[in-house]
Nanobody
Framework: QVQLVESGGGLVQFGGSLRLSCVASASVSSFYDMGWYRQAPGKQRELVAVLTMGGSANYADYGKGRFTISRDNAKNTVYLQMNNLKVEDTAVYYC?????????????WGQGTQVTVSS
């Protein structure tokens, strides 16, 4: 069973920055991909950014130019650097990791970390 633990959330002012971290209980190189999702109150969970183990990164349109996903294999950690934060970025941010389970991808979730952006 893979465990993911997020940290780095908090309260930040409009225009500020935060870096979220997600530490995995398994080597990040064993995953097919790892990503960040977010869920605001009353809304569905949505993709923020995903990083494949081949190094390709994809971002939601609202995050392009502001968010950067990266990983540190030695620390089994994936990061999400968020700059120029907006009030609408307020949400619980979840780490997700997928790995092959026989012939299908199995996903794992962290417990989430709250990000609140004040105006």
């Amino acid at each position: 069973q893979v465990q993911l633990v997020e940290s780095g959330g908090g309260l930040v002012q409009f225009g500020g920055s935060l870096r979220l971290s997600c530490v995995a209980s398994a080597s990040v190189s064993s995953f097919y991909d790892m990503g960040w999702y977010r869920q605001a109150p009353g809304k569905q969970r949505e993709l923020v950014a995903v990083l494949t183990m081949g190094g390709s990164a994809n971002y939601a349109d609202y995050g392009k130019g502001r968010f950067t996903i990266s990983r540190d294999n030695a620390k089994n950690t994936v990061y999400l650097q968020m700059n120029n934060l907006k009030v609408e970025d307020t949400a619980v941010y979840y780490c997700n990791a997928r790995m092959w389970d026989v012939f299908k991808l199995k996903g794992y979730w962290g417990q989430g970390t709250q990000v609140t952006v004040s105006s």
